[in-house]
Nanobody, 125 residues
Framework: QVQLVESGGGSVQAGGSLRLSCAASGYTYGLYCMGWFRQAPGKEREAVAN????????YYAESVKGRFTISLDNAKNTVYLQMNTLQPEDTGMYYC??????????????????WGQGTQVTGSS
Protein backbone atom coordinates (compact mmCIF):
# COMPACT_ATOMS: atom_id res chain seq x y z
CA GLN A 1 0.00 0.00 0.00
CA VAL A 2 1.02 3.56 -0.67
CA GLN A 3 0.11 6.53 1.49
CA LEU A 4 0.21 10.11 0.19
CA VAL A 5 0.38 13.07 2.54
CA GLU A 6 0.02 16.61 1.21
CA SER A 7 1.24 19.76 2.90
CA GLY A 8 1.86 23.41 2.12
CA GLY A 9 -1.62 24.72 1.52
CA GLY A 10 -2.79 28.06 2.81
CA SER A 11 -4.33 31.38 1.97
CA VAL A 12 -2.53 33.98 -0.13
CA GLN A 13 -3.47 37.19 -1.85
CA ALA A 14 -3.80 37.26 -5.60
CA GLY A 15 -0.38 37.22 -7.19
CA GLY A 16 1.18 35.32 -4.32
CA SER A 17 2.90 31.94 -4.30
CA LEU A 18 2.60 28.63 -2.50
CA ARG A 19 4.52 25.38 -2.70
CA LEU A 20 2.69 22.13 -2.11
CA SER A 21 4.43 18.91 -1.18
CA CYS A 22 3.21 15.33 -1.40
CA ALA A 23 5.22 12.67 0.38
CA ALA A 24 4.66 9.07 -0.59
CA SER A 25 5.32 6.23 1.82
CA GLY A 26 4.76 2.51 1.93
CA TYR A 27 5.16 0.46 -1.27
CA THR A 28 6.47 3.29 -3.44
CA TYR A 29 8.52 1.02 -5.70
CA GLY A 30 7.26 1.23 -9.25
CA LEU A 31 5.10 4.32 -8.89
CA TYR A 32 4.72 5.38 -12.52
CA CYS A 33 2.90 8.68 -12.43
CA MET A 34 2.18 11.26 -9.73
CA GLY A 35 -0.07 14.23 -10.10
CA TRP A 36 -2.01 17.09 -8.59
CA PHE A 37 -5.73 17.66 -8.90
CA ARG A 38 -7.96 20.33 -7.43
CA GLN A 39 -11.61 20.62 -6.61
CA ALA A 40 -13.54 23.81 -5.95
CA PRO A 41 -16.87 23.73 -4.08
CA GLY A 42 -19.63 22.52 -6.35
CA LYS A 43 -17.24 21.59 -9.15
CA GLU A 44 -15.68 18.40 -10.43
CA ARG A 45 -12.17 17.41 -9.57
CA GLU A 46 -9.84 18.63 -12.32
CA ALA A 47 -6.29 17.81 -13.30
CA VAL A 48 -3.67 20.43 -12.56
CA ALA A 49 -0.37 18.75 -13.42
CA ASN A 50 1.27 15.36 -13.44
CA UNK A 51 4.74 13.92 -13.83
CA UNK A 52 5.97 10.53 -14.96
CA UNK A 53 8.53 9.18 -12.52
CA UNK A 54 10.82 7.42 -15.01
CA UNK A 55 11.50 10.22 -17.49
CA UNK A 56 10.07 13.27 -15.65
CA UNK A 57 7.70 14.07 -18.52
CA UNK A 58 5.15 16.60 -17.31
CA TYR A 59 1.62 17.61 -18.19
CA TYR A 60 -0.15 20.86 -17.23
CA ALA A 61 -3.69 22.05 -17.48
CA GLU A 62 -3.96 25.06 -19.78
CA SER A 63 -5.20 27.22 -16.92
CA VAL A 64 -1.94 26.81 -14.95
CA LYS A 65 0.68 26.69 -17.71
CA GLY A 66 3.41 29.22 -17.10
CA ARG A 67 2.36 29.72 -13.47
CA PHE A 68 2.63 26.28 -11.83
CA THR A 69 5.56 23.88 -11.90
CA ILE A 70 5.47 20.24 -10.89
CA SER A 71 8.69 18.53 -9.83
CA LEU A 72 9.76 15.23 -8.37
CA ASP A 73 12.43 14.15 -5.92
CA ASN A 74 12.61 10.40 -6.44
CA ALA A 75 15.06 9.93 -3.58
CA LYS A 76 12.53 11.41 -1.16
CA ASN A 77 9.45 9.97 -2.90
CA THR A 78 8.05 13.48 -2.90
CA VAL A 79 6.32 15.48 -5.60
CA TYR A 80 6.02 19.25 -5.42
CA LEU A 81 3.76 21.84 -6.97
CA GLN A 82 5.16 25.36 -7.09
CA MET A 83 2.27 27.75 -7.64
CA ASN A 84 3.05 31.31 -8.64
CA THR A 85 0.79 34.23 -9.49
CA LEU A 86 -2.10 32.59 -7.67
CA GLN A 87 -5.55 33.82 -8.55
CA PRO A 88 -8.92 33.49 -6.82
CA GLU A 89 -9.94 30.93 -9.42
CA ASP A 90 -7.12 28.69 -8.21
CA THR A 91 -8.96 28.26 -4.91
CA GLY A 92 -9.85 24.70 -3.99
CA MET A 93 -8.80 21.53 -2.26
CA TYR A 94 -5.63 20.23 -3.85
CA TYR A 95 -5.13 16.48 -3.94
CA CYS A 96 -2.06 14.43 -4.69
CA UNK A 97 -2.54 11.27 -6.74
CA UNK A 98 -0.34 8.38 -7.83
CA UNK A 99 -0.50 5.11 -9.71
CA UNK A 100 1.71 2.12 -10.58
CA UNK A 101 0.33 1.14 -13.97
CA UNK A 102 2.92 1.73 -16.72
CA UNK A 103 0.45 0.88 -19.51
CA UNK A 104 -1.91 3.76 -18.92
CA UNK A 105 -1.97 7.41 -19.94
CA UNK A 106 -2.81 9.68 -17.05
CA UNK A 107 -5.20 12.57 -17.66
CA UNK A 108 -8.29 12.16 -15.52
CA UNK A 109 -8.92 11.62 -11.84
CA UNK A 110 -10.29 8.17 -12.67
CA UNK A 111 -6.88 7.19 -14.08
CA UNK A 112 -5.29 7.30 -10.60
CA UNK A 113 -5.84 4.70 -7.89
CA UNK A 114 -4.01 6.29 -4.95
CA TRP A 115 -5.06 9.58 -3.34
CA GLY A 116 -4.05 11.84 -0.50
CA GLN A 117 -6.44 13.62 1.85
CA GLY A 118 -5.95 17.02 0.28
CA THR A 119 -4.72 20.45 1.32
CA GLN A 120 -6.72 23.66 0.99
CA VAL A 121 -5.47 26.50 -1.20
CA THR A 122 -7.21 29.86 -1.17
CA GLY A 123 -6.34 32.75 -3.42
CA SER A 124 -8.03 35.94 -2.27
CA SER A 125 -8.59 39.07 -4.32
Amino acid sequence: QVQLVESGGGSVQAGGSLRLSCAASGYTYGLYCMGWFRQAPGKEREAVANIYTRDYTTYYAESVKGRFTISLDNAKNTVYLQMNTLQPEDTGMYYCAADHNPYRAYYLATDFAIWGQGTQVTGSS
